[in-house]
Nanobody
Framework: QLQLVESGGGSVQTGGSLRLSCTAS??????????IGWFRQAPGKDREAVSCLSSGAGDTKYADSVKGRFTTSRDNAKITVFLQMNDLKPEDTAVYYCAADPLGAIDPVRCTLQDVDFGSWGQGTQVTVSS
């Protein structure tokens, strides 16, 4: 089963930026056959979807709370998926997870924000935004 690793989390002040990365634990394994989603979970709250990126044409979806501030993309080698987070707010504080939906292999425009569709998850990376 695909295993994912997130990196790039940290602590920033309000208005700052961070870029999270998601790669397969097997170095060099491409992720371009998967829909890659980003999710987050704040203490005491349910996990919520942040974004998704399709396997093919780069279709994306974002939660309303992050639209215009967050952008997800792949590198040219299709090995890393990024979540660029700008204009961060204290309410963005959470553990961020990337996840893979294998149905991207048969549907290049699929992009889902439903966590039940994702079968592989990373361990998460902490993002803390201070006011």
């Amino acid at each position: 089963q695909l295993q994912l690793v997130e990196s790039g989390g940290g602590s920033v002040q309000t208005g700052g930026s961070l870029r999270l990365s998601c790669t397969a634990s097997y170095s060099g394994l491409p992720l371009d056959l998967y829909v890659i989603g980003w999710f987050r979970q704040a203490p005491g709250k349910d996990r919520e979807a942040v974004s998704c990126l399709s396997s093919g044409a780069g279709d994306t979806k974002y939660a309303d709370s992050v639209k215009g501030r967050f952008t997800t993309s792949r590198d040219n080698a299709k090995i890393t998926v990024f979540l660029q987070m700008n204009d961060l707010k204290p309410e963005d504080t959470a553990v961020y997870y990337c996840a893979a939906d294998p149905l991207g292999a048969i549907d290049p425009v699929r992009c889902t924000l439903q966590d039940v569709d994702f079968g592989s998850w990373g361990q998460g990376t902490q993002v803390t935004v201070s006011s």
